[in-house]
């Protein structure tokens, strides 16, 4: 089953630019607002699949290194890099990002496993906020033994119903929160599983129409700390 969603999600957008490019040869004249509308598409369905790959990647470190070194990483670099890594999809959006962060934000990580955790985070509530719109993200190192990251959206939020399964590989929620989407359902089921991979502790509270709020405590450094 598991490999047969792989497929799907793979499948689904390669057959999307296939016939795009199929119905643009058989075209006698193509206009340039059509090129343009047919590419910003393609782009979208790659994007699909690149992040596909890109959590696939992230299973097979997880499934081949049962036991990894975890190094001394600043949590606020990390953020910092992701948000200038999604920067030019903010300005798309038109969203109001606000970033605060206080003190030592040092803790037992991997430097890529933390940006895929924060990356994907960060992403939904991109894609799940309308245009116009304002995502807080905070990185607060005064939570006892943790330093905790928080990001929160104005989006359109998840059903109760729904953000019991959100940590399911491939799971959707309801047609109004997936349309418009280009994950693949395994963002989510990833970042948990990373979490965990860093001793950490995440929560997600939602309203519908009011937003999400996504909370993870990450262990302060520590030099002897390691995986499972």
Do not use: C
């Not at 689904?12 to 090129?35: C, F, G, R, W």
């Not at 596909?52 to 953020?79: A, G, R, W």
């Amino acid at each position: 089953l598991f490999i047969g969603n792989i497929a799907h999600e793979l499948w689904n957008p390669l057959a999307s630019i296939k016939t795009a490019l199929e119905v643009a040869l058989m075209k006698d004249k193509l206009e340039h607002d059509y090129i343009k509308e047919m590419l910003a598409s393609n782009i979208e369905e790659l994007d699909r699949i690149s992040d596909t790959i890109n959590n696939l990647l992230s299973i097979n470190t997880l499934v081949l290194h049962s036991k990894i070194k975890l190094d001394k990483v600043s949590l606020e670099q990390v953020v910092e890099a992701v948000i200038d890594k999604l920067n030019p999809l903010l300005k798309i959006k038109n969203h109001n990002l606000v970033y605060e962060k206080n003190g030592d934000s040092y803790i037992s990580g991997k430097k890529v496993a933390l940006e895929q955790i924060i990356l994907n985070i960060l992403k939904n509530a991109i894609n799940y906020t309308p245009n116009g719109g304002t995502i807080h993200v905070s990185v607060n190192s005064h939570r006892g033994d943790f330093v905790g990251l928080v990001i929160e959206d104005n989006g359109v939020g998840i059903t109760k119903s729904n953000i019991f399964h959100v940590f399911e590989p491939f799971y959707r929620a309801d047609p109004s929160r997936v349309r418009g989407s280009s994950g693949s359902g395994l963002g989510l089921a990833i970042v948990n599983e990373l979490v965990k991979l860093h001793k950490g502790k995440i929560y997600i509270r939602s309203v519908i129409k009011k937003g999400t709020v996504v909370t993870i405590d990450f262990p302060h450094y520590s030099k002897d700390q390691y995986t499972n």
